[in-house]
């Protein structure tokens, strides 16, 4: 199994910058953390959960959301497990609860390839 832990969350102000982390433990079938593709995704309140980010296993391949480019940035750490979610410029449209998720076949915006998931730490942008 594959455990995934985020952090970093929290409230700001409209403008501000967070960055969430996103530690990963544990492995299957031989895989661990520099095997698999990672994604952050997000669930706000009454809303379906969408993709925000994803980096594939080598970190050469990074995928965003139209509403967050050029704002969120993706990366990962291979020697701690970690992988990191730098979100500048917030609205409070980004207010959501965010997840992260390892897929270990390739980077995808789609929910349903991953197969490890985090509890999600909540992010609150106000106005």
């Known amino acids: 199994q594959v455990q995934l832990v985020e952090s970093g969350g929290g409230l700001v102000q409209a403008g501000g910058s967070l960055r969430l982390s996103c530690a990963a433990s544990?492995?299957?079938?031989?895989?661990?953390?520099?095997?698999?593709?990672m994604g952050w995704f997000r669930q706000a309140p009454g809303k379906e959960r969408e993709f925000v980010a994803a980096i594939s296993w080598s970190g050469g391949g990074r995928y965003y959301a139209d509403s967050v480019k050029g704002r969120f940035t993706i990366s990962r750490d291979i020697a701690k497990s970690t992988a990191y979610l730098q979100m500048n410029s917030l609205k409070p449209e980004d207010t959501a609860v965010y997840y992260c998720?390892?897929?270990?076949?390739?980077?995808?915006?789609?929910?349903?390839?991953?197969?490890?998931w985090g509890q999600g730490t909540q992010v609150t942008v106000s106005s």
């Open positions: 544990g492995r299957t079938s031989g895989r661990t953390f520099s095997n698999y593709a």
């Open positions: 998720a390892a897929d270990s076949r390739s980077a995808s915006s789609r929910a349903t390839n991953y197969d490890y």
